[in-house]
């Protein structure tokens, strides 16, 4: 929440901010267990900083859904091995975040690298598509 909270602090838009502090009020009301605050966050960081997962959003995607770090690991180095040259549109915490999900349904490096190329090469944007 560090980085999140030096975003909101660095914005000089009043009206972003107000809507920032509605977002987190309604997800309060709501109830902050692990999923709905993830959720919440996400929305919040997206009237700040635009669509795409930072690393602290991704790290609190991987707490929420208990994903190991070896996993997180593994995404990364997808990453730079693979997916970087080839899709320059996915920015990394975007790929982590879809490596993570994918990894809940498919074993394998392997296999969870290919499923997410399908969600990819379909026009799924792990942003918008992945809760």
């Given at each position: 929440m560090k980085d999140f909270l030096k975003v909101?602090?660095?914005c000089d838009d009043i009206q972003v901010v107000k809507n920032v502090v509605n977002i987190l009020i309604d997800?309060?009301?709501t109830g902050m267990k692990d999923t709905c605050m993830f959720?919440?966050?996400k929305v919040a960081y997206s009237e700040l900083v635009g669509c795409h997962y930072s690393e602290?959003?991704?790290?609190?995607?991987?707490?929420?859904?208990?994903?190991?770090?070896?996993v997180?690991?593994?995404?990364?180095l997808a990453y730079t091995q693979e997916i970087q040259a080839n899709y320059p549109d996915?920015?990394?915490y975007d790929w982590v975040i879809l490596y993570?999900?994918?990894?809940?349904?498919?074993?394998g490096t392997d296999a969870i690298?290919?499923?997410c190329k399908v969600f990819l090469n379909n026009k799924f944007s792990p942003y918008f598509d992945i809760d």
């Open positions: 909101v602090d660095a997800g309060m009301k959720a919440t966050i602290e959003l991704a790290e609190l995607y991987y707490r929420c859904e208990g994903l190991d770090s070896k997180w690991d593994a995404a990364k996915v920015p990394l993570g999900r994918m990894s809940q349904n498919t074993k690298v290919e499923a």
